[in-house]
């Protein structure tokens, strides 16, 4: 069983409607599976944005926060599991 990963990906972000687009074709070696991982991202302002999203699988639900060199979401994980996650940038 192989451990790579292959993808591409396709995104777009609207400005109008300050919404980004994004789908994904995804091969992994792990499980020998094919999927279509998409999702879309809403600017709600002050750093905030909802984002909505499928990883092939199951979907997910993210609120997050981003400033300058940090950021903190809050995860739905497969809409049953709450999650945090922390990032930083130096």
Do not use: C
């Amino acid at each position: 069983m192989g451990e790579q990963s292959y993808f591409a990906t396709i995104s777009k972000y609207i400005p109008r409607l300050r919404t980004s687009l994004y789908a994904s074709l995804n091969y992994s070696e792990w499980d020998d599976k094919l999927n279509v991982p998409f999702g879309v991202g809403v600017e709600l302002g002050g750093g905030f944005s909802f984002r909505p999203m499928y990883d092939g699988d199951r979907g997910h639900l993210m609120l997050n926060y981003y400033a300058a060199r940090y950021g903190a979401s809050l995860m739905y994980v497969w809409l049953e599991t709450m999650g945090i996650s922390f990032s930083a940038g130096f």
